[in-house]
């Protein structure tokens, strides 16, 4: 636990400001401010400022907070601990501005903006004019600026007798008589003058040592590091350096220079080059408008295509590997169906699944099947269809590029299975297309200019596996369709939140917007198509979903895209009359919706199938065939090739068979006669396949840092730490028992003084043990005691709450509001 | 956001022909796309690797491609399409055969990666010597072809710039005498010459042995003419004879019956296939003459064994003639890598507005068997079934009708059963030509039909054979079924020419409903509506009362 949080806070203006009083200090609004920085503060709610100090300085949640400062922040922080932390012990001293901009040679308000951001991240405070940096980055940065130690930190692990030559080498007074020898030391060689005629004393030879280890690394390896050097028989200029204390010893065979001395050689600057300027996001031009189209086509590929895979996976499911995942033999079909190759598909399916639109059905031997949430999405027009995908994408900690290779144990890692999460995704997602975002309008960044820009953006991220995950969100951004030729087109401009407008998951206000401005540029849906004598319908758009249905029903599609092509036969019209449509009604429906006269040879397609569709109809007592044409069974019954049915007739216009109902109708099918089945009260028993659905939604991974709280929660976290704060440092004024004559026990007098303070409107501190005997305490405003049970609103919990009179073990009136008795 | 042009997912193109930009748009997208159908409201083109590649030999290149998807589009293009286009087109004249000073034949590869990758694979290696520059390697030259197809087979299409030998010369002149070349024919003739070699793609009707004329007099060589058929060897003869300054004994047929080598040599694909214990007989054809050019007719019908020769003849000039470069067995591939890119394609529609072609129209009348013929149809042997329904007696009826209809007309009656037209000869008065009708009167019905004395012939399938077929304004079939579908519409289109007086040709099927016939026809719909014919159906029930159809 680091010690900038008080083990017991107090208020007390009396004593020094530390981390934890400066939090307290801190208005609702600065304390919201930190929590949409730093979610991971308020997640579950700290119970005091206390806690909030303690989690806040906490290693984990440090680290995550830094992995997010750019280059330039990083740098100030830096510079902070590396200006502001001299003794290396106890919480660091902190530096002023002045000083700090000196040393990172930056003007302007650029640094004042990066401190306040470094502030509200609560990684470094105030306290009067000095800039405090927490005392846990001592240990996260620990090379700050790749300067060594400090001198004192250096020299107080080295030897009495060591320090004794050094004093003496210096002219100083040895032992500690005169106090801690490594402090006297130490301040000796802060001071400049000296410190320069200590570089002149050391000579010239010396300055290629100090040279290589000024601008780091600041630790150098040297044999005998701790030799035995005095500055008389010093006879290298290493020797020289160590004799002056111009390095340090560190082990046996490493020398640091300390930070004083490599600071006092870089002039006071921290940097070389201070990185207060972000890389430029360059790359070729391309026309907006026609990297808009280009990108809208590709989201109503992507939106059209995940429908049609789904609607195939409705009827015929792949099935779930036994870790989990989609085998690759699916993975290609799916492919094939998507129209696109093995790495796209697994994109796209990743995203259906994040999305909720798939899930694996429960069974034992698992199948993928769309889920309940896909028939909410179908429901929705095109555009907000791709809002949906998108946003699951951003949000998706899933990485599809890792599928297809081997985990740490050398297993495939499978589409849709395990071991495809990375915690880092949906943040790197959302850098790489504000990154996008920020070049000029219409220009593509190249993807080496995106790398380079988040090289500088997130510096403490680099490496193969962020390099991929840049790379892959920049060509999974492109078969999205939120970039067009590497332009991130004005409708994914939208679908970003504003960086710090409280949360960086879209919601549903960027999503419409999103929507909108991809809808105006995607096709309306049509209610209409042209009919060709080819037996064929195109429809130039998309239709409206039912007019689609029953188009689809009545005729096969040959082609998607732009358009969609229908191809009429005698089996899709089969087809059609089988789900129960009759032949005027398809007529009719064809003349309402063609622009062109409906062709006369697909009049006669319909006539011809419908005049033969349910002529004959099978029946299952022993498998019967009847009709009212007798010809049609004369002709059936002296069809040679109707010779293994087993036919007898029965009537002129019944026939029974010995063969069961299911082989009966397709050997009649076969011969070209087209048999429905019928029920037993005889009518006919028509169908079409029913499609399935997974029975519940996919429970994505809740692997994904957690989204920074909206307004509200925030709020509440303010107000629930601040009462928890409140109840952990009042200052209580316990009720006197009353001396009444006649003796009344202290229920009683709780009893009592919680009914005077609901009549006044006071608020108490009450102890009370809950139902398990675990004894809490909360502030209160009570409402009314009645009943044995007292009604009061908790601001610990801000919520109304019922406690029994009975295990209140003590009230107490609140500082400031005396206790009436 | 109203451009004529929609593309799909499949890479096929939509085109509205009603559109007010169709016309610039059919031509912007014609070099890199191939029409497949075309019936009345939206033609459908298709771009594949092969048409794209054409599309770069012929000068064309990627961005123009993506303009005019860009330009024409009536909804966004998906972006990866584009880039798919773009990396295709990409792929052709990377590697290109050169003839070096020194090596010969070489390949030589502008992008030296891909080199590296084609000469590491198996099937490549053996046909290539040992590399004497960093982009360049020796060819075998025996291997021009098999390499060219190898290298397509890789994705990775060569361009040919090896050139050509000359061939033995012979002087063939265009003899225009009371017609002229087409101003389209002429452009096909030399747009082949300026190519080398390649493909020209002309419609049915569109006098695609003209145009092979035309090449032949610009080449003025010895050439060899490879056809589908013997008939086909009589009309190129007799074509020739009569466009060319090529006499009779300058002409030879090389067929099953005659073999003969001339100047010029007309030969039949189905001769140079034969083998005899494994062994091609003809082969030596090739070798007969120093061939400057060697045509191929109905190249998409070009059998695989011409393949394997025409690989070994990789130095000659070659030129393809066909109606389409769509092939239903898939090799589109070979006829590319081996004959050479597409030379020429006419815009069908407007070679339809100029008149030079005219759609028929088509009706399909359906007569009705009687209750005792269904029950003899649903009873007959398999082998007799189709039979037996295309020769109900039905439709005589409607026959004599239609022949009644169209008194004023030359009618033509065909089909394949001899008893069924016997007795619609008798029925209609009309005479009978088939096969035992002697060469005389044949010729003598032939002249009296062509000179309007006899209104209405019935011929047997024989006639689908006759080369001195009479054109009519009327055809009905009352039975035969077709083979293949290009098939089909070579006959139509020889049996229907276009009227002087610009009046669509009448082309009546009579078929027998819920049978065979009716299957069969529903083929010949679908084809013919993707061809742009307008295609009825009529009920012999109308037909007979005299309504109109």
């Given at each position: 636990m680091s010690d900038d949080a008080e083990p017991v806070a107090r208020r007390d203006p009396e004593r020094a400001p530390t981390y934890t009083s400066w939090l307290r200090g801190l208005s609702d609004t600065e304390l919201g401010a930190l929590f949409i920085v730093r979610?991971?503060?308020?997640?579950?709610?700290?119970?005091g400022i206390a806690a909030l100090a303690a989690r806040a300085t906490a290693k984990p949640t440090v680290v995550r907070a830094l992995d997010r400062l750019d280059r330039f922040s990083l740098q100030v922080l830096e510079g902070l601990l590396a200006l502001g932390d001299?003794?290396?012990?106890?919480p660091p001293a902190g530096t002023d501005r002045a000083a700090l901009a000196a040393a990172l040679d930056v003007r302007g308000p650029l640094l004042d903006t990066t401190l306040d951001r470094l502030r509200t991240a609560a990684l470094v405070w105030d306290d009067g004019g000095t800039l405090r940096p927490i005392s846990v980055l001592r240990g996260i940065l620990d090379?700050?600026?790749?300067l060594g130690p400090p001198l004192v930190a250096l020299l107080s692990v080295q030897s009495l007798e060591r320090l004794n030559r050094l004093a003496a080498d210096l002219g100083l007074s040895a032992g500690y008589a005169d106090g801690d020898p490594a402090a006297r030391i130490a301040s000796e060689l802060t001071r400049r003058s000296r410190l320069d005629a200590l570089l002149a004393e050391a000579g010239e030879s010396a300055r290629p040592v100090l040279d290589r280890l000024v601008w780091g690394p600041s630790h150098g390896s040297v044999t005998n590091a701790r030799r035995e050097v005095s500055l008389a028989s010093a006879a290298s200029p290493i020797d020289r350096l160590l004799a002056l204390g111009l390095i340090v010893a560190t082990d046996e065979h490493t020398v640091a220079l300390p930070r004083e001395v490599a600071l006092h050689l870089r002039g006071g600057r921290l940097f070389s080059r201070t990185a207060s300027i972000p890389p430029r996001l360059d790359g070729p031009a391309h026309d907006l408008a026609s990297a808009g189209r280009a990108a809208a086509g590709q989201a109503f590929t992507v939106v059209r295509v995940v429908e049609e895979l789904l609607e195939d996976w409705a009827g015929n499911p792949p099935g779930v590997l036994r870790n989990g995942g989609l085998g690759v033999r699916d993975l290609r079909r799916a492919a094939r169906t998507l129209d696109t190759d093995e790495p796209t598909a697994a994109v796209l399916l990743e995203i259906t699944y994040a999305a909720g639109l798939i899930a694996a059905d429960g069974e034992v031997d698992g199948e993928w099947l769309p889920t309940g949430e896909y028939d909410i999405w179908r429901a929705h027009g095109p555009a907000r269809r791709w809002v949906w995908l998108a946003e699951a994408w951003l949000r998706s900690p899933r990485v599809a590029s890792l599928s297809g290779q081997k985990d740490a144990r050398g297993r495939a890692r499978n589409v849709l299975g395990e071991g495809l999460e990375r915690r880092s995704a949906p943040e790197t997602r959302l850098d790489v297309l504000r990154a996008l975002a920020r070049a000029s309008e219409a220009t593509a960044p190249t993807p080496e200019a995106v790398a380079e820009y988040l090289a500088w953006l997130r510096p403490r991220r680099q490496g193969t596996a962020f390099a991929d995950l840049v790379r892959g969100t920049l060509d999974e951004a492109a078969t999205l369709g939120l970039t067009g030729r590497g332009v991130l087109v004005p409708y994914a401009r939208a679908l970003l939140p504003e960086r710090n407008a409280g949360a960086a998951a879209p919601t549903g206000a960027e999503g419409a917007a999103a929507a909108s401005l991809l809808a105006s540029q995607l096709p309306e849906p049509l209610d209409h198509f042209l009919l060709q004598g080819d037996l064929t319908a195109v429809a130039p758009g998309p239709l409206l979903p039912p007019l689609a249905r029953e188009l689809a029903l009545a005729a096969d599609v040959e082609s998607t895209g732009g358009a969609t092509v229908y191809r009429f036969s005698a089996a899709s019209v089969r087809r059609a009359l089988d789900a129960g449509r009759g032949a005027d009604e398809l007529v009719g429906l064809l003349e309402r919706h063609s622009t062109t006269p409906v062709p006369q040879p697909l009049r006669y397609l319909v006539t011809d199938v419908a005049r033969r569709h349910g002529r004959l109809r099978v029946g299952t007592a022993s498998s019967y065939l009847r009709c009212d044409d007798p010809a049609v069974l004369d002709e059936l019954l002296s069809d040679r090739r109707a010779a293994d049915l087993l036919l007898f007739p029965l009537a002129p216009t019944v026939i029974a068979s010995r063969l069961n109902r299911p082989v009966l109708l397709d050997r009649l099918t076969e011969l070209g006669y087209h048999a429905v089945p019928e029920a037993t009260d005889g009518t006919m028993q028509l169908n079409r396949p029913e499609t399935r659905r997974a029975a519940a939604r996919a429970s994505v991974s809740e692997l994904a840092e957690p989204d920074p709280p909206g307004p509200e929660l925030r709020a509440a976290a303010v107000r629930a730490i601040r009462a928890g704060d409140e109840a952990a440092t009042a200052v209580r004024h316990p009720i006197d028992s009353p001396d009444a004559e006649q003796p009344r026990s202290p229920v009683a007098a709780t009893t009592a003084a919680l009914a005077a303070a609901a009549a006044e409107g006071r608020r108490v501190w009450i102890g009370y043990l809950d139902t398990e005997g675990i004894a809490g305490s909360s502030i209160v405003e009570p409402a009314k005691v009645d009943g044995g049970f007292l009604t009061a609103y908790d601001t610990t919990r801000a919520a109304v709450r019922r406690f029994a009179v009975h295990r209140i073990t003590g009230v107490a009136s609140l500082g400031g509001e005396p206790a009436s008795s | 956001m109203s451009g004529p042009l929609i593309v799909q997912s499949d890479k096929t193109l939509l085109l509205e022909v009603d559109h007010e930009l169709a016309a610039e748009c059919r031509r912007a997208i014609a070099p890199f796309a191939e029409l497949e159908r075309a019936p009345e409201h939206m033609h459908t083109y298709r771009v594949t690797p092969l048409a794209l590649w054409n599309a770069r030999a012929a000068g064309h290149d990627a961005e123009q491609v993506v303009d005019a998807f860009v330009k024409y589009s009536r909804y966004p293009v998906p972006h990866s399409l584009l880039v798919d286009i773009a990396e295709t087109m990409d792929r052709y004249g990377r590697l290109r055969l050169l003839a070096h000073p020194v090596h010969g034949l070489v390949l030589n590869a502008l992008d030296q990666a891909v080199l590296e990758e084609v000469v590491r694979a198996r099937k490549i290696k053996p046909m290539l010597g040992e590399r004497v520059e960093p982009d360049t390697v020796p060819v075998h030259p025996s291997e021009r072809g098999n390499l060219k197809q190898a290298l397509l087979k890789l994705g990775w299409p060569a361009e040919d710039l090896a050139g050509y030998v000359d061939g033995e010369a012979h002087p063939i002149e265009l003899a225009q005498d009371g017609w002229e070349l087409r101003g389209y024919q002429r452009e096909a003739a030399e747009s082949f010459d300026a190519g080398g070699s390649g493909v020209v793609v002309l419609p049915c009707g569109a006098g695609k042995t003209i145009v092979g004329a035309a090449a032949m007099a610009l080449a003025g060589a010895t050439t060899l003419i490879l056809v589908t058929n013997t008939v086909s060897v009589h009309q190129w003869r007799s074509e020739l004879l009569r466009r060319t300054s090529l006499t009779e004994d300058e002409i030879g047929e090389y067929s099953g019956t005659r073999k003969e080598i001339r100047p010029v040599t007309i030969a039949t694909y189905q001769v140079m296939a034969a083998r005899r214990k494994g062994v091609h007989?003809?082969?030596e054809l090739f070798e007969a003459r120093d061939w400057g050019l060697v045509v191929y007719d109905e190249v998409h019908l070009l059998p695989a064994p011409i393949f394997r020769m025409t690989a070994d003849l990789q130095a000659r000039r070659r030129l393809g003639l066909t109606a389409?470069?769509?092939?239903e067995d898939g090799r589109e591939g070979d006829v590319f890598s081996?004959?050479?890119?597409?030379r020429y394609d006419a815009p069908w529609k407007e070679m339809e507005n100029q008149g030079w072609i005219a759609p028929a129209d088509c009706v399909e009348v359906r007569v009705t068997l009687t209750e005792s013929e269904r029950l003899a149809y649903a009873t007959a042997d398999p082998g007799e079934r189709y039979r037996f329904c295309a020769s109900t007696d039905a439709k005589t009826e409607v026959v004599r009708e239609l022949v009644r209809r169209h008194e004023d007309e030359q009618v033509l009656v065909i089909g394949s059963y001899i008893d069924q037209l016997d007795e619609v000869g008798a029925a209609l008065d009309a005479p009978v030509i088939k096969g035992e009708t002697r060469v005389g009167e044949r010729e003598r019905l032939f002249d009296a039909f062509r000179s309007g004395e006899l209104r209405t012939l019935v011929v047997s399938k024989v006639a689908n054979f006759s080369i001195d077929l009479p054109e009519a304004a009327v055809a009905i079939q009352i039975s035969g079924s077709f083979g293949s579908r290009q098939e089909e519409a070579q006959r139509l289109g020889r049996v229907l020419r276009p009227k002087s007086d610009g009046r669509a040709a009448r082309f009546y099927a009579v078929v027998a409903r819920d049978t065979l016939d009716q299957d069969y026809a529903a083929h010949r719909q679908r084809f013919l509506a993707e061809q742009g014919y307008a295609y009825r159906i009529a009920d012999a029930d109308d037909v007979v009362a005299g309504r109109e159809v």
């Open positions: 979610p991971d503060l308020v997640n579950p709610v700290p119970a001299p003794l290396f012990s106890g090379r700050p600026a790749g | 007989t003809h082969l389409t470069l769509v092939r081996l004959i050479g890119p597409k």
